[in-house]
């Protein structure tokens, strides 16, 4: 590959994006936040064209979130409210607010506030992490979950908010977690110990619920949700830089994944969603795949997770027979810069589309592999390689509406 040089308003977006400094101060509804309407539910990746084409997961985790939410008294009178479109779903990345995988974002459900302390009013909400159990964005319709949303919401909502003082800073938890095993995606076991034992540390006379330590203690993904806030709050800060063709935003609803970029804000590029390629439960045909699905990918859209694996070994194995030959020099050539805040690990970060195009490949991206009836969740993990025309056409747009 030829020596690339970069766009001066690449450039621009970037300076902008590493001088961030994301910080969880708390929770916040999206109702209060950001003016969501009652009966509005935010999904993961692009929008859906039609009521015909919303996924089966994203369905039944809309309604249990209208059981939570109090909309409806039951699973199935909140299925009927959604078939009739008294709940109406958007795409939670428009109102900035990420979700992971099937999981719905409602009015009233309680968010992690991220907001980044040097542009400051660059923001980005996400719900609690649902851990071990039958969560939220597994895409399962049951009173199980509805439950679990519940004490998710309850005792440990209770112990993060008592835990959080004046704020946390998360990219020196994340830049520990790099350093110890972690890709900021697929696996931040490291992250989510050093996050709760800063929690724990602060609750007062250091008294922590044994049910929410031992749950903390199942769920090695607990930090997850706070990062793919930290990421977006982060990509943020280049949006709307005329000309820049740096990643802002990333994501799959299950039928199509989806991006945008700082120079075209709010604008989606769209291209079918294909499933990530990688392991399944044994007993499951592959036609029971959901294609990628999630707003996590904003994580390797920035170039950690799967565009870091050099970091994480136990998560470079889990791959190894579905990654692509260069896939070592994609994650080198795609990625722009250190952010400052990164001390013990310094990755590269942000990816514009002219250095994966200039390369001949788009970012790598971990996701979780959820099946497409919705009855068993998640079913396995894989890898998901977005086709080349996903960028290329984010790009034509882009060269048209600026004079290069």
Known sequence: MTDFNY???????????????????GFETAKNQVGLEDNVFLHAGPSFNSMDEICMPILNSAAVGAVFEGLAKNLDDASNMLLSGEIILKPAQDFN???????????????????????????????????????????????????????????????????????????????????????????????????????ASRVKGGLVNSEVRGFFAKSPSMFLNLWMAATKSMMLAAEGIAGSSMITAMGGNGVRMGLQIAGLPGRWFTETAEPPKGEILESLNPDRCLGAIGDSAVVEALGLGAMQLSSAPEQLKIFKNV????????????????????????????????????????????????DKTGDLGRIGGGIYDPPLSLFASAMKVLEKSYEQ
């Open 97 to 199: 607010v990420v979700t992971p995988l099937a999981a719905v974002v409602t009015p009233q459900m309680p968010l992690h506030y991220v907001y980044d302390g040097n542009h400051g009013n660059q923001f980005c909400l996400t719900p609690i992490n649902g851990g071990t159990g039958p969560a939220i964005r597994l895409g399962q319709k049951s009173d199980e979950a509805v439950e679990h949303l519940r004490w998710i919401n309850g005792p440990v909502l209770d112990f993060m908010a008592s835990g959080m003082g004046e704020g946390i800073e998360l990219i020196p938890i994340a830049s520990s977690g790099l350093r110890h095993g972690d890709d900021c995606h697929g696996r931040t076991i490291m992250s989510t110990k050093y996050l709760f034992d800063e929690l």
């Open 323 to 370: 990654l692509p030959d260069n896939f070592n020099a994609r994650s080198e050539a795609l990625k722009f810069g250190v952010h400052y805040d990164f001390t013990e690990a310094t990755p590269k970060i942000g990816i514009p589309l002219r250095s994966l195009l200039n390369f001949g490949a788009g970012p790598l991206i971990a996701l979780g592999i959820i």
């Open 7 to 25: 766009h001066p308003k690449d450039l621009l977006a970037f300076d902008q994006i590493s001088v961030t400094q994301p910080f969880w101060r």
